[in-house]
């Protein structure tokens, strides 16, 4: 019998509608009743049991879960501050969204700035910045397609970062990137999700990858505000990772070039830098890199061995989780979430390009497939 035999009583089986984040957890968040709100019905992401990856770390007794942000409605756990900051800007009055991006900031953005002209604000626009050459296509053209408009700059997401910085403090536009704190209010609703999800407690170890360092941020500060509040009695230590190219953090310095195939972490001076320092500090974790073979490694087996789909910068959460089991650092009988940030198919090319599992061509007959396959 495994987790999913268990049974379910019938009064706890529902198909009800979840209303989005802010509507499900208000009486928690930086948000009045008055305030009307953009949302795509984000949150409420599966945590999946991952037997196979807790195989792979070889500790004795240990429950590795995923919560899957991949689940949300532009494909990554972005939604979850985009809907705050998108609601909250459009309160204000702002009705010209900017961002840097390297992805799915710019997808998320395009989403619920789209979202805001369906729901009356018909002269909502929404301006991304990408560093040219470094997004994965499925993110661009959600950017695209949504109806952003996209400037590539012959730059890295630092320098765009600096540069919608100063175009927000010049122009009526409201910022969007995760120094708004609007994006870290809603992100940290995952932590209350995962404790809701686990029956009340907090897991012993949460995973997450790193890049500007925004969402371990919000982690931190869901998981102390459920505590505060008495709804769980433990905190899990943080343990973020970073690419080996792109480990500001872990190195103790800005990386100027920053290069790693995990595009969504490739920030080489995180503005939540100091913030992340602090989760990992007070709660006992870690932050340390992984290098982009481990990364690799980490993403074939979350999809081939567990069946889930993400993009590479989400299997740093498990290759680090993994790097950190053979260190003997995670204790027996722990439980870990990793966090998936977003989903694979952002980024199909990279699926392509790695997997050893690849395609065969024959002609249009049932012998001529037979034989292929060595039947
Ligand atoms: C944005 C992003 C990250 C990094 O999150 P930060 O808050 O910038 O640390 C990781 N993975 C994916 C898929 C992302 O889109």
Known sequence: MNF????????????????????????????????????LAEGNTPLIPAPAIAQACGIIGLS????????NPSGSFKDRG???????????????????????????????TACARANGYSDAKCIVLVPDGYIAMGKLSQAIIYGSQVVQIAGNFDQALNIVRELADKYPIALVNSVNPDRIEGQKTAAFEICDQLDGRAPDILCIPVGNAGNITAYWAGFKQYAALGLVKNQPKMMGFQAAGAAPIVLGHPVENPETIA??????????????KEAVEQSFGLIDSVTDAEIIEAYKLIHSAQGICCEPASAASVAGL???????????????????????????????????????????????VAQALNL
């Open 4 to 39: 999913w035999s268990k049974l379910i009583p019938s009064k706890e089986r529902t198909t009800k509608y979840w209303p989005g984040l802010i509507n499900a957890y208000r009486d928690l968040l930086d948000i009045d009743n008055k305030t009307h709100i953009i949302s």
């Open 322 to 368: 993994i790097k950190a089991s053979k260190q003997g650092k995670i204790e027996r009988e722990s439980t870990v979430v990793c966090v998936l940030t977003g989903h694979g198919l952002k980024d199909s090319q990279t699926a392509l390009d790695v997997s050893e599992f690849k395609p065969i061509r024959t002609s249009a007959t049932e012998s001529a």
């Open 263 to 276: 595009t969504a972490i490739r920030i080489g001076n995180p503005a939540s830098w100091k913030m992340a």
């Open 64 to 71: 590795v879960y995923i919560k899957f942000e991949g689940a």
């Open 82 to 112: 985009m809907t705050m900051a998108v609601t909250k800007a459009i309160s204000k009055g702002l009705r010209t969204m900017v961002c840097a991006s390297t992805g799915n900031t710019s997808a998320s953005a395009a989403a619920y």
